[in-house]
């Protein structure tokens, strides 16, 4: 195997059912996908077949890391996870999702770029990879813990230093909103991997090494790093983020970082906050995202308190249940249904929307998959309308496509908030996706959003028309006043920077850089480099691969392009496939108007639909089948039927 920078040129891959390993050498692979995501997408070309489930012991459940796992790259400690994913609704697409912490560097300082594991243990089992090495051990007596306590019980074992991802019950009963958990509170949240995992018996990854990753040129890398992290530190001071909440005194709140390299410190820990279920406890831990709702508001679907709602968040987080689904999508769609009168009961359960105790029960009914309130709710809220058939007005609303639920797309019961014309690119977004796709695109419809009058007022419209230009060459895709113009060239160069930022892999609270509060233009400058080529130089700089932005962008497009041609070769995807995303966007209104136009919009059918050829054209695919051309594929170095040449 030739000596690599940035990458160790190397994935392990695990066979559960005969208990054996190998390797698999990627260095043919690494430069051409990037890593991460990308590496998944050429993994799950040759891995994949038509007809596989998430739960076939053939679906391969990959870890995977990229060239800037173990560097001192800011916002660099994510961990990448794919696998055809359960809460896929009604296709369980082959999909990603993405969790902090530190276990993507520790695998790289062990030698390995990534896990690939298939098959099913006979009994639950962990796996343990240290330095090289790498052993299959029993987890009997972890199986049935909460994700708290088996990392604690492995640390104990193995270390204090060990970096541990585990699944807890909700994981190993399957269920399709089940979780991957590491530290305190983070997780590879979407997709429900963690049934994947309790579907092939493997309880928990553990890992350690003492390695270290070679990089092209160290010095001009950790240089550029901690410039990178200073104006970052810099603008977010400035702005003075992060303003504490009401409980922040009573409870010694304090925000914290979820890795090693993370500057942005998105999650805060309370301490000793007393329990309403069991008042015998006192809880300490981590809320974030989308957490800090679990207590319900006055004239929302539920009320119950900081303390209880707090009480509820340690406990999704140790089950290993995804918050999103709860917050987002399951929660609200029992409080619709309540307050239309379609449902008093789940599954003789009474429902009592201000009582914790009734949403303890339905976390419970989750994690343990059993019992008649389990059959409506333990795969989610999309399964949950489709067995039920209740769906009030309302709630039409709450999920956007392919079994997830709403996330920066104008919609949602007090959804983010984000007006028309910007969700129109939301919408191109979600039209082409397997999953939500905004966890790897909040640049425009979050940060653009809330830098703008419309939010914290950072930057005029005429800086933000400024910045559109520069990235997208249409100004008025930042816009207010303008509507489907310039909506398909920024989708596309989102589309491509999520895969870039999911394939080193990178947190999307940094990256890429698009604003500030530092320059005259709004644009971020670095050490002469503007902001939004900060990746591409980071790349550069570990791996030696000197491309251009140009070349980390065509790399980003061929697995863009890999990922759609699987799900056409292995689910019969096209346009007809992606419509109906379109039709939520014509059939629901948005949440809040846009203040300058003071009336809630809808898409208009006909616009859109041209939007959409639009967008299919700018990326080389067939406006009439919605997928890639032979010519694109071609100029990817891919050829007609996608394989990798």
């Not at 050429?42 to 890391?65: I, K, Q, S, V």
């Not at 007005?393 to 983010?416: K, Q």
């Amino acid at each position: 195997m030739a000596r690599m920078s940035g990458w160790i040129g190397r994935i392990l891959l695990v066979n559960l059912t005969s208990g054996t390993f190998s390797e698999r050498d990627i260095t043919d692979l690494a430069p051409r996908f990037i890593g991460g995501r990308g590496l998944g997408a050429a993994l799950a070309w040759e891995m994949l077949r038509p007809g596989l489930t998430p739960f076939d012991p053939d679906n391969p459940l990959m870890f995977l890391t990229g060239p800037l796992s173990g560097t001192s790259a800011p916002a660099s400690g994510r961990l990448t996870v794919c696998s055809l994913a359960p809460q896929g609704y009604p296709i369980a697409w082959f999909s990603r999702g993405s969790m902090g912490g530190d276990v993507g560097h520790h695998l790289k300082y062990a030698g390995y770029d990534g896990i690939v594991v298939m098959g099913q243990a006979p009994r639950p089992v962990y796996l343990w990879i240290h330095d090289g090495g790498a052993e299959l051990r029993d987890a009997e007596d972890l199986w049935g813990q909460g994700i708290m306590a088996t990392q604690d019980t492995l640390r104990q074992r193995l270390g204090p230093k060990v970096q541990i991802a585990t699944i807890g019950p909700a994981g190993e009963s399957r269920s399709c909103i089940a979780t991957i958990g590491t530290n305190e509170g983070s997780a590879a949240g979407q997709g429900g991997f963690g049934a994947v995992m309790g579907a092939k018996r493997l309880k928990a990854i553990a890992v350690y090494g003492t390695g270290r990753v070679a990089l092209a040129n160290r010095e001009e890398f950790q240089r550029l790093a901690r410039a990178i992290a200073r104006e970052h530190i810099e603008d977010a001071r400035k702005r003075s983020l992060h303003a504490p909440s009401r409980a922040a005194a009573a409870y010694d709140a304090r925000r914290i970082h979820c890795s090693t390299n993370c500057i942005a410190g998105c999650a805060t820990r309370y301490q000793g906050v007393p329990g309403v279920l069991d008042p015998s406890r006192t809880y300490s831990g981590v809320q974030q995202c989308t957490a800090g709702r679990f207590p319900g508001a006055e004239g929302h679907y539920w009320h119950i308190g900081f303390e209880a709602g707090f009480e509820l968040n340690m406990l999704a987080n140790d089950w290993g249940i995804n918050h999103w689904d709860l917050m987002k999508g399951l929660f609200p769609w029992i409080g619709m249904c309540y307050r239309a009168g379609l449902m008093d009961n789940i599954g003789g359960r009474p429902i009592e929307l201000d009582e914790p105790r009734f949403w303890y029960d339905v976390l419970h009914a989750i994690a343990t998959h059993d019992g008649p309130m389990a059959d409506v709710v333990a795969d989610g809220g999309r399964r949950a309308i489709a067995t039920t058939g209740h769906l009030p007005e309302e709630a039409l609303e709450v999920y956007t496509g392919w079994g997830y639920a709403n996330h920066w797309d104008g919609r949602g019961p007090r959804g983010n908030y984000i007006t028309y014309p910007f969700w129109l690119v939301s919408a191109l977004l979600w039209m082409v996706e397997t999953r939500d796709p905004m966890g790897s695109a909040h640049a425009y419809v979050q940060d653009m959003m809330r830098a703008s009058p419309f939010g914290s007022n950072i930057l005029s419209w005429e800086q933000l028309r400024g910045i559109a230009d520069a990235l997208y060459g249409q100004p008025l895709a930042m816009d207010p006043l303008s509507t489907y113009e310039g909506k398909a060239e920024a989708a596309v160069w989102h589309a491509r920077r999520s895969m870039v930022k999911d394939s080193l892999p990178l947190c999307d609270r940094v990256f890429p850089r698009l604003y500030t509060s530092l320059t005259a233009s709004g644009l971020p400058c670095v050490e002469g480099i503007r902001g939004p080529d900060l990746e591409y130089h980071l790349y550069a700089l570990a791996t030696g691969q000197e491309v251009g932005p140009e070349g980390l962008d065509e790399a980003a497009d061929r697995a863009l392009n890999l990922e759609r041609a699987e799900q056409m070769r292995d689910f019969g995807r096209s346009r007809a496939t992606d419509d109906p995303v379109l039709d939520f966007f014509c059939d629901t209104l948005e949440e809040n108007p846009n203040p300058l136009l003071g009336e809630r919009k809808r898409a208009e059918r006909a616009p859109l639909t041209d939007l959409a050829t639009r967008f299919y054209t700018l990326r080389g695919w067939d406006p009439t089948t919605g997928n890639p051309a032979p010519q694109r594929l071609r100029e990817l170095g891919l050829d007609g039927s996608a394989h990798i040449s």
